[in-house]
């Protein structure tokens, strides 16, 4: 039995697949390892790459080629067919640090836990630098085993490994065709899982800057009937819990944040009357389906709200010139910062 999967979500990514594959194949221990390059109805070369890759290393690398399902269908294939222990998913454009993951495949071969999570870094796609992280995460200084109990937070992709048999045996499957699963994915196994282990140093490298990102501003008004979705899912699930829970308590942290971020999405459309009527029906929604969070959304939304709508052509008009404003100034300071 391997020690890890790590499943990569390959969607046209020609582009990035080669050196996401070194920096794994470079790795001492990496035969402990199986790597799942999941083609996600491909159209560019990146199968064709990824079997230059499989007869190089038929011990280690398989490529499963499927029709186009979404981020979503390339994670419920890799837990479907999955041998390794611990199971790792690695977006096509992204990287993991070989040193860090070298040590990585020791630790979870060493140590028994539901799930393992680690730091990430960020890199610019423009020129590969590493940017500095803003904080330091807490979970990462727990020593031994602890349990979610004990965390603050639901961890993002980017820091968590799951134990493969605890996904399948709960029969894990999130949505399809869908942007933002990742928050799901990350949710159902946090409801899974008894037992965390810390791992303190990065492994995952997410690249920032790729043009068409589901996290750039154009990226959420695009997919923002995407997110809605994530959206219900999320309060579906936490309604399975008792208001006294951690995991009631977790869920309600990552949807309230979800929530002022759609807030946030729906005042920073062109204001008209379909804009309008997607801002009401959402806040209608958020009124009936999640009454503890109504009044914790964005002060622009609550604006909004204290003058029966009549102000949202102005207060989104603000909002779209303030989120301008921030954009250049944040791309300002990390031109001097960052070089």
């Known amino acids: 039995m391997k020690i890890l999967t790590?499943?990569?979500?390959?969607?046209?990514?020609?582009?990035?697949?080669?050196?996401?594959?070194?920096?794994?194949?470079?790795?001492?221990?990496?035969?402990?390892?199986?790597?799942l390059i999941i083609s996600d109805g491909s159209t560019d070369h990146t199968e064709s790459i990824a079997e230059e890759y499989v007869k190089r290393y038929p011990d280690i690398v398989r490529l499963i080629a499927k029709?186009?399902?979404?981020?979503?269908?390339?994670?419920?294939?890799?837990?479907?067919?999955?041998?390794?222990?611990?199971?790792?998913?690695?977006?096509?454009?992204?990287?993991?640090?070989s040193e860090s993951l070298e040590?990585?495949?020791?630790?979870l071969e060493a140590f028994e836990a539901d799930a393992v999570i680690s730091p990430f870094r960020v890199f610019r796609d423009l020129d590969g630098k590493?940017?500095?992280?803003?904080?330091?995460?807490?979970?990462?200084?727990?020593c031994g085993a602890f349990g979610p109990e004990n965390v603050s937070r639901l961890f993002s992709i980017?820091?968590?490994?799951?134990?493969?048999?605890?996904?399948?045996?709960?029969?894990?499957?999130?949505?399809?065709?869908?942007?933002?699963?990742?928050?799901?994915?990350?949710?159902?196994?946090?409801?899974?899982?008894?037992?965390?282990r810390a791992f303190q140093k990065p492994v995952y490298l997410y690249r920032t800057g790729v043009s068409g990102q589901s996290t750039s501003r154009e990226g959420f008004v695009l997919h923002r009937n995407e997110h809605f979705r994530v959206i219900r899912v999320l309060n579906d699930l936490?309604?399975?819990?008792?208001?006294?829970?951690?995991?009631?308590?977790?869920?309600?942290?990552?949807?309230?944040?979800?929530i002022r971020k759609r807030c946030q999405i729906l005042l920073t459309l062109e204001p008209g009357k379909t804009a309008l009527r997607e801002?009401?029906?959402?806040?209608?929604?958020?009124?009936?389906?999640?009454?503890?969070?109504?009044?914790?959304?964005?002060?622009?939304?609550?604006?909004?709200?204290?003058?029966?709508?009549?102000?949202y052509p102005l207060i989104a008009k603000l909002v779209r010139i303030k989120m301008e404003v921030f954009h250049e100034k944040g791309r300002h300071l990390r031109r001097l910062w960052y070089g």
């Open 130 to 142: 590493i940017l500095k992280p803003k904080t330091e995460r807490g979970e990462f200084s727990f």
């Open 158 to 196: 980017h820091e968590i490994c799951v134990r493969t048999a605890l996904l399948r045996s709960a029969d894990v499957h999130i949505l399809e065709k869908c942007f933002y699963t990742d928050v799901e994915y990350v949710a159902r196994a946090m409801c899974l899982v008894k037992t965390l």
């Open 6 to 35: 790590i499943s990569i979500a390959a969607y046209n990514i020609e582009r990035f697949l080669r050196a996401s594959l070194e920096r794994l194949l470079c790795v001492r221990n990496i035969r402990k390892t199986e790597i």
């Open 67 to 97: 029709s186009n399902g979404g981020w979503g269908s390339t994670v419920n294939t890799a837990i479907r067919i999955a041998s390794g222990k611990y199971l790792k998913l690695l977006d096509g454009d992204d990287l993991y640090l």
């Open 279 to 311: 801002l009401v029906t959402f806040d209608r929604w958020l009124y009936d389906y999640c009454p503890d969070l109504y009044a914790g959304t964005t002060r622009a939304m609550r604006a909004v709200r204290a003058t029966r709508f009549r102000a």
């Open 238 to 258: 936490r309604g399975q819990y008792e208001p006294s829970s951690h995991l009631y308590r977790l869920l309600t942290e990552r949807l309230s944040r979800m």
């Open 103 to 107: 040590e990585f495949i020791d630790f």
